[in-house]
């Protein structure tokens, strides 16, 4: 069973950043590809940010440029640094894990593990 949780969320002003980790009990983030997604009130779910084990990234069009995922295998943890961060980023922040190996992945993004969120809310 794979526990993904996360941390880091809050309260940040417009134009400021914030990152938020994720952490995993029972596999290692090391050979899959791990995701960040958000959730508005009122929304659906969007993808953020992936990042495999080869180290190739993902991002959404919306936070290209500003927000960077990285993961530290030392530490089994991914990490999502937000940069230029704007109201419209105000979300509940999900850790994903998809469990396919690294050589059978292929996007879009397979959320087989999911962490409980965090909140990221950003004022104008």
């Known amino acids: 069973q794979v526990q993904l949780v996360e941390s880091g969320g809050g309260l940040v002003q417009a134009g400021g950043s914030l990152s938020v980790s994720c952490t995993a009990s029972g596999r290692t983030f090391s050979t899959y590809a791990v995701g960040w997604f958000r959730q508005a009130p009122g929304k659906e779910r969007e993808f953020v940010a992936a990042?495999?084990?080869?180290?190739?990234?993902y991002y959404a069009d919306s936070v290209k440029g500003r927000f960077t995922i990285s993961r530290d295998n030392t530490k089994n943890a991914v990490i999502l640094q937000m940069n230029s961060l704007k109201p419209e980023d105000t979300a509940v922040y999900y850790c994903s894990l998809d469990a396919r190996r690294d050589s059978y992945y292929k996007p879009p993004f397979r959320g087989d593990y999911w962490g409980q969120g965090t909140q990221v809310t950003v004022s104008s």
């Open positions: 990042i495999r084990w080869s180290g190739l990234t």
